[in-house]
């Protein structure tokens, strides 16, 4: 019997969620999965349908998640079904809602440097013509090379065989559930008054558990080039089959 999994996709759409979405699509087909796809949150509105998947991947950044589907996502994760994603389009999704973060397991903050920006509480032209002159950025200002360093002496399926690579893309600042279990990792220079806390190692590839299911996350995946990266694109594979309920 043919693994199933739903993809969702929208929300802001400069993390390019249809693009993202055909990707992961095509990838999972050549598993052998069959692959249904919805670019409206209607599709958990289905409480009982969401337990008949085997993997859920969801590509929404930010938005609002009703709580009602919250919790039947929830309940089909605890049940056994498995949920995997990548970058904003799991982990910056929904961000009022604490259930889905505990199911995830982390919530973006920023990128490192940014905070001005993306934490302004009223969005007056006001305010961000203060915020604009006082704290300069350019655009792309957060595109930057990284190293992601493959945890040692972890024995997974996920990152087994795979070396620290190198990476141009955005750097994601997390607030974590410390119930995680890291798989790579990077090095973030914190600025401003931060600064005065040092760099710190930030998860960039983790998984954890809810209930019966496996919950699978990369940061990486800013937009659809970023899988041209092959320890990417091995790793989101590897990841997302880890977390796919499993069918005798």
Not at 179 to 193: D, S
């Amino acid at each position: 019997m043919k693994q199933r999994a739903l993809i969702f996709h929208g929300g802001w759409q400069g993390h390019e969620p249809k693009l993202v979405s055909k990707r992961f699509k095509d990838m999972l087909e050549k598993e052998g999965f069959e692959v249904v796809v919805s670019d409206t949150l209607e599709c958990l509105a289905d409480r009982e349908g969401l337990k008949d998947f085997d993997l859920i991947v969801p590509e929404w950044t930010q938005g609002h998640l009703d709580d009602r589907y919250c919790c039947y996502l929830s309940e089909a994760i605890e049940s056994g079904v498995g949920m995997a994603g990548v970058h904003g389009g799991m982990c910056d999704s929904f961000r009022w809602s604490v259930e889905y973060q505990f199911v995830t397991g982390s919530q973006w903050v920023s990128h490192p440097g940014d905070v001005w920006y993306h934490h302004i509480s009223e969005l007056t032209d006001e305010n961000l013509e203060f915020f604009k002159k006082s704290f300069p950025c350019p655009d792309g200002a957060f595109q930057t090379d990284y190293l992601v360093n493959v945890k040692r002496g972890v024995a997974s399926p996920i990152i087994e065989g795979i070396q620290d690579f190198k990476v141009h893309s955005e750097q994601y600042y997390l607030h974590v559930d410390p119930c995680i279990n890291v798989l790579a990792t990077t090095q973030i220079n914190t600025v401003g008054p931060h600064s005065a806390n040092g760099p710190v190692t930030m998860p960039v590839v983790y998984t954890k558990l809810w209930g019966n299911g496996r919950v699978f996350y990369s940061s990486l995946g800013h937009v659809d080039n970023v899988f041209e990266i092959p320890e990417v694109t091995e790793i989101t594979r590897r990841g997302f089959l880890w977390a796919a309920r499993k069918r005798d």
